[in-house]
């Protein structure tokens, strides 16, 4: 019995010492799990930190896409205001220089001269001419001004469209970063329950 016995110690002997490893190993794993969990928390705070940004972004890039899909409304109304002033200047210059031209013909600027019935008639009539040919020259002048600004406003509204059409893909694409840092997020979140719960 009594080696029956000493087998039998030894055998319990070295089930302890495996049962021991065994613990040892157990709480190595554990160690390495509450690292995990540790690590797995800080990623889900830096993933919701950048979450947390992203949308911060989403949403000034929305204000800035409102702002400027009004700013873009009124100067293309501008654009459309000031060529059609241009149209109608432009028309107007032109009716009067048809009707002038007849009348300021070489005949016309002797029947001028020769019809005044005085020397201050005569200067008189001359002021009006160059008063007309002022005023026709300042309506030319205001055109060719208004069609400059017309050209710029123009490349403004270009510039303008263009960047919105990049803050609107800009805006797509934060929000599908978002929506890839969640399921991420979610993702570390389910591994750091499976493994609490192993």
């Given amino acids: 019995n009594a ?3 000493r087998d039998f110690q030894s055998y319990i002997n070295d089930e302890a010492k495996r ?3 065994n613990l040892n190993a157990i709480r190595g794993d554990l160690t390495d799990i509450r690292k995990n969990i540790s690590k797995y928390a ?14 911060r972004q989403i949403e000034v890039l929305s204000r800035s896409i409102e702002r400027m899909e009004s700013e873009i409304e009124v100067l293309a109304i501008e654009v459309d205001l000031l060529e059609e002033s241009i149209r109608v200047r432009d028309e107007t210059i032109q009716e009067r220089m048809i009707s002038m031209q007849g009348f300021f013909s070489i005949n016309g600027f002797v029947e001028i001269i020769m019809g ?16 007309i040919t002022y005023y026709d020259n300042q309506q030319i002048l205001l055109m060719q001004q208004e069609k400059e600004k ?10 303008q469209r263009n960047v919105l059409e990049d803050n609107r893909e800009n ?23 499976r493994q609490e719960s192993q």
């Fill in 19 to 21: 049962v021991n490893q």
């Fill in 3 to 5: 080696s029956v016995c």
């Fill in 171 to 193: 805006y797509v694409l934060t929000q599908e970063s978002v929506a890839a840092l969640i399921e991420t997020r979610e993702e570390v979140i389910s591994e750091f329950r």
């Fill in 116 to 131: 005044s019935s005085n020397f201050t008639d005569l200067v008189r009539r001359i002021e009006g001419i160059q008063d």
């Fill in 42 to 55: 800080q990623e889900v705070v830096q993933y919701q930190e950048q979450i947390d940004e992203l949308e």
């Fill in 150 to 159: 017309v050209e710029q406003d123009k490349i403004e509204l270009e510039r």
